[in-house]
């Protein structure tokens, strides 16, 4: 989770970002998961200095059209490595990305 641009505030004033290696077993596991998943719930914590405090938890509504599309999301990341086969890095991939859009 990170601090979002100003024009992105009015959005809402954070942005959760998370990369899926389809070709992780653990990554696959998860994703596939989540898309069975009817909420998703987050817990919020504090404090500075190296302190973790807990401030409060959030669950929001992950509602049937949302885990339709993740499900074909992963699908089209699935049939994407496959058809890259060896060509597959996930990893300078997301390093391109991050140089495209940094923070």
């Known amino acids: 989770m990170r601090d979002r641009s100003e024009s992105a505030l009015a959005e809402g004033p954070y942005a959760l970002e998370t990369y899926l290696n389809v070709r992780s077993p653990a990554d696959l596991r998860d994703a596939r998961r989540q898309a069975r998943q009817s909420h998703h719930t987050f817990h919020f914590f ?15 509504s992950h509602g049937e059209t949302q885990r339709e599309e993740l499900g074909e999301m992963i699908q089209q990341a699935l049939e994407y490595a496959e058809e890259v086969g060896d060509r597959y890095d996930f990893n300078r991939a997301k390093a391109e990305f991050w140089e495209d859009h940094p923070i």
Do not use: A, E, H, N
Request: some cysteine; hydrophobic content about 15%; charged content about 35%.
């Open 46 to 60: 504090g404090g500075g200095r190296g302190r973790c405090i807990y401030r409060y938890s959030k669950r929001i």
